[in-house]
Every structure is written in C-alpha cells, then in structure tokens.
Nanobody, 115 residues
Framework: QVQQVESGGGLVQAGGSLRLSCAAS????????MGWFRQAPGKQRESVAT???????NYADSVKGRFTISRDNPKNTLYLQMNSLKPEDTAVYYC?????????WGQGTQVTVSS
C-alpha cells in the first residue's frame, strides 16, 4: 500500500511557475513508475507526465516544453516543475503509479492560474 501526499500548489498568474511535490510513505515507490494526473472541474482526470524507475519521461502534448517531471528515489519523492503556466492548467493535481494508477488517490493539490 502506497500513500501519497501532494503539495506545492497555489494561485499564480499566467506565465508563472510552481513546483509540486509528492511524498510517498513506502520505499515501494522506488520500484514503480510514477506520474502526475490532473482533474479540472467538469472534466475527466488526465495523465500529465510520467517517469519510469530508470528516468524515462513522457508528457501530455498540452504541457510539453513547459513541465518537467523528476523523482528522488531514496527520498520516495516525485516532483513536477511547472513553468509558463496557462489558465487551462488550472486543476487539482494528483500523483500515482504510472502508466497504471493502481495506488489509492491522495487529496491532490490545487493549482489555479489567473489572467
């Protein structure tokens, strides 16, 4: 059982940056692929970025060139650096196993981009 706690969200203006963190409670994190997902009001939850144990990454077309996913396996922590934020990035962001989100969902962290 992997428990994830997301943090780092907030309110920023368009063009600004945020860094999200996902802290897992077990070392099982280090043998699983991980990813960031987001859900905007009235929309389906979607995959934003994924990273394998070996460090290979994939991004949704909508965030390529703006977001960077990374992981610190010894610390069981996943990160999402978000630059050049757009209003359409507004959503609750979650972390989970990837490409298959088999862990329980955490509370997520709210990202709101104004202007």
């Amino acid at each position: 059982q992997v428990q994830q706690v997301e943090s780092g969200g907030g309110l920023v203006q368009a063009g600004g940056s945020l860094r999200l963190s996902c802290a897992a409670s077990t070392s099982f994190f280090r043998i699983a692929g991980m990813g960031w997902f987001r859900q905007a009001p009235g929309k389906q939850r979607e995959s934003v970025a994924t990273i394998t144990v070996g460090g290979s990454t994939n991004y949704a077309d909508s965030v390529k060139g703006r977001f960077t996913i990374s992981r610190d396996n010894p610390k069981n922590t996943l990160y999402l650096q978000m630059n050049s934020l757009k209003p359409e990035d507004t959503a609750v962001y979650y972390c989970n196993a990837a490409p298959y989100a088999i862990y329980s969902w955490g509370q997520g962290t709210q990202v709101t981009v104004s202007s």
